[in-house]
């Protein structure tokens, strides 16, 4: 499998924007802290969260091509699991139904990334100090943070979580790299 330090150079090989590449990091980051608290594999659960996104560069205006394209990139490098986790998370363009916790983690990981840094952005301690409650009340605002899939998070429920308990995860991962990714 593909080192940690080997997905992020060839995530950055990519040229993604900087927006781009701060939500994989925080992809990652939930990724891990749910890996964690599920007992799961921590390492292949990050690379996922890291290389979720890799052809977004050259798919966004493809919605449909999005998870499929980097296939060839991804080959070799990461077990089928990972593959499908990839290609899941972008399922209702590109026909791949999510089946495993992986799959339902990943789609849930990497949507609650765009709340969780809305919301740092308008408090005047950033990530310091986040409650999961805070979130849940923006949730219910529909206005904010207005492209985040709100039922993709709620897919938490899947693994078994509730969503203040996902919240708290998504927090408590993000929190420690808030300075590397403009949350700080």
């Given at each position: 499998?593909?080192?940690?330090?080997?997905?992020?150079?060839?995530?950055?090989?990519?040229?993604?924007?900087?927006?781009?590449?701060?939500?994989?990091?925080?992809?990652?980051?939930?990724?891990r802290?749910?890996?964690?608290?599920?007992?799961?594999?921590?390492?292949?659960?990050?690379?996922?969260?890291?290389?979720?996104?890799?052809?977004?560069?050259?798919?966004k205006?493809?919605?449909?091509k999005?998870?499929?394209?980097?296939?060839?990139?991804?080959?070799?490098?990461?077990?089928?699991?990972?593959?499908?986790?990839?290609?899941?998370?972008?399922?209702?363009?590109?026909?791949?139904?999510?089946?495993?916790?992986?799959?339902?983690?990943?789609?849930?990981?990497?949507?609650?990334?765009?709340?969780?840094?809305?919301?740092?952005?308008?408090?005047?301690?950033?990530?310091?100090?986040?409650?999961?409650?805070?979130?849940?009340?923006?949730?219910?605002?529909?206005?904010?943070?207005?492209?985040?899939?709100?039922?993709?998070?709620?897919?938490?429920?899947?693994?078994?979580?509730?969503?203040?308990?996902?919240?708290?995860?998504?927090?408590?991962?993000?929190?420690?790299?808030?300075?590397?990714?403009?949350?700080a």
């Open positions: 499998m593909i080192s940690r330090d080997e997905a992020l150079e060839l995530f950055k090989s990519q040229n993604p924007e900087e927006n781009l590449l701060n939500h994989v990091l925080e992809a990652e980051a939930v990724m802290g749910l890996a964690e608290k599920l007992g799961r594999d921590v390492e292949l659960w990050g690379v996922v969260g890291l290389l979720h996104d890799l052809d977004f560069p050259f798919t205006d493809t919605p449909e999005h998870g499929l394209e980097s296939m060839p990139l991804l080959e070799g490098k990461l077990p089928e699991e990972a593959l499908h986790a990839i290609r899941a998370h972008n399922g209702e363009m590109t026909g791949t139904a999510p089946e495993s916790d992986l799959d339902w983690a990943l789609r849930c990981a990497e949507s609650v990334t765009g709340l969780v840094a809305a919301n740092a952005m308008v408090r005047p301690t950033k990530m310091t100090g986040m409650k999961p409650k805070s979130l849940k009340k923006k949730m219910k605002d529909k206005s904010f943070a207005a492209k985040v899939n709100r039922e993709t998070i709620r897919e938490c429920e899947k693994l078994n979580l509730e969503l203040g308990e996902f919240f708290q995860v998504a927090i408590d991962a993000i929190t420690p790299i808030a300075d590397k990714v403009g949350l």
